[in-house]
Nanobody, 116 residues
Framework: QVQLVESGGGSVQPGGSLRLSCTAS?????????MGWYRQAPGKQLELVAV???????NYADSVKGRFTTSRDNAKSTTILQMNNLKPEDTALYYC?????????WGQGTQVTVSS
């Protein structure tokens, strides 16, 4: 069974940066699968933040375009979310997601708090 482990969350002041990492273990992650990041703020719905396809195409929520960048290392079964110029509205629990044709895996979440 594949497990996703996120790291890199924390507290930062507005304008600061954080780098989230998600690594899969316990099973095989195919390079053609999509790897993405979602977040959920208190009282709000889960929303897609960024996704990178197996072909390397990226897609971002409008609210993070130009500030966040996602990448992947297939050899290490890892995806990265680099978050720059963080804003208080970016405060949320961030989840890593990996899915294939029949598979859908989620990490346990890592908290990001942006506050002065």
């Amino acid at each position: 069974q594949v497990q996703l482990v996120e790291s890199g969350g924390g507290s930062v002041q507005p304008g600061g940066s954080l780098r989230l990492s998600c690594t899969a273990s316990g099973g095989r992650i195919y390079s053609i699968w999509d790897m993405g990041w979602y977040r959920q703020a208190p009282g709000k719905q889960l929303e897609l933040v960024a996704v990178i396809t197996g072909a390397g195409t990226t897609n971002y929520a409008d609210s993070v375009k130009g500030r966040f960048t996602t990448s992947r290392d297939n050899a290490k079964s890892t995806t990265i979310l680099q978050m720059n110029n963080l804003k208080p509205e970016d405060t949320a629990l961030y989840y890593c997601n990996v899915h294939g044709p029949l598979e859908n895996y989620w990490g346990q979440g890592t908290q990001v708090t942006v506050s002065s």
